[in-house]
């Protein structure tokens, strides 16, 4: 299952993205407004930056040429016409969607980055990385800002083109079409990735004030040292190598241990041990109670180099 946070920002990113996809084609697209084509008119249709005519003459125009096929609006061909064409309303639409469309542009950039940033391990090797605090307010912002203008521009567009009587002739015989609508939900797209952005902010912001946590990763009970209980192959009950003071019971090496088991290397009171005194049995290289001892003096026994209390040496027999 997906951890909120991770949820959350995919979300946010696929919002996004698929709301300048949607906005990028409405601006290159000329389907914003559309004459019905079951009746005539000199108009076809318009976007942006491309209308397209059908014989059009315009009363204003002293030339009274008719206009035919699509040009670019800027283009020379409606240099007389160009005034009528792009009232105020207009150019304030293409203004505000351009600048849109390239602050999503750099939003989508931003979120890619801040999505290969927080791929990575974080530097005490725990985790991901946390994700830029900064970067995250900067992505919120140019959300918010882009929805609202588009939302805004796009009522007056829509509003525009049936209230103002000098601009295409026959309003009535026109209509809103697909380029427009995918503008409209490139907004709402825009709306719903910025409830996102606020709710990743908050985890974001939520982590910026969080001092790092540099300790060591927990492992889980059955594989440590603190259990008492148990049988592991490294730290509890059973076979234990490496730590001292650990459980009561079973066979250990190389620390010291309590009554009872075979240890190897520390004092322990019986059994056989290695390297150091113990009371009784097998011990090389300290004195001994009993036993047979190499190298050191011993109560009794067989004793190389050194008295021993009864027994036969390889050097010499010693009676106390």
Not at 153 to 175: K, S
Not at 220 to 231: H, K, Y
Not at 285 to 311: E, H, I, M, R
Request: charged residues 10%; hydrophobic residues 40%; aromatic residues 16%.
């Amino acid at each position: 299952m997906m951890e909120p946070k991770k949820a959350i920002f995919t979300t946010l990113f696929v919002l996004n993205v698929v709301g300048f996809i949607c906005l990028f084609i409405a601006f290159a697209s000329p389907y914003w407004v559309v004459s019905w084509p079951r009746v005539y008119s000199g108009f076809k249709r318009t976007g942006l930056w491309e209308t397209c005519f059908a014989g059009l003459i315009i009363n204003r125009d002293p030339t009274q040429k008719a206009y035919h096929g699509c040009w670019w609006i800027l283009a020379p061909e409606y240099m007389r016409i160009r005034e009528w064409i792009m009232p105020w309303w207009f150019i304030i639409t293409q203004i505000i969607i351009t600048c849109a469309l390239v602050a999503e542009a750099i939003d989508v950039i931003i979120l890619i980055y801040v999505y290969m940033y927080t791929a990575g391990q974080s530097a005490t090797g725990r985790g991901k990385k946390r994700a830029p605090f900064k970067l995250i307010q900067t992505t919120t912002i140019i959300t918010i800002t882009s929805s609202v203008f588009k939302g805004a521009t796009l009522i007056l567009f829509g509003v525009a083109v049936y209230v103002d009587r000098m601009w295409m002739p026959e309003p009535h015989l026109n209509y809103m079409s697909w380029s427009y609508g995918l503008a409209l939900l490139s907004t709402f797209f825009s709306i719903f990735s910025t409830i996102a952005h606020f709710a990743f902010r908050r985890i974001a912001l939520k982590e910026f004030y969080e001092p790092p946590n540099l300790s060591q990763p927990m492992m889980p009970m059955g594989s440590m040292g603190q259990s008492t209980l148990g049988s592991a192959s490294d730290y509890p009950k059973g076979s234990v190598s490496g730590y001292q003071d650990y459980p009561t019971k079973g066979s250990t090496s190389s620390y010291q241990y309590p009554p009872g088991g075979s240890v190897s290397g520390y004092p322990h009171t019986q059994g056989s041990v290695s390297g150091y005194p113990a009371s009784q049995g097998s011990v090389s290289g300290y004195p001994a109670a009993q036993g047979s001892v190499s190298g050191y003096p011993a109560a009794q026994g067989s004793v190389s180099g050194y008295p021993a209390a009864q027994g036969r040496s390889g050097s010499r027999e010693v009676a106390f």
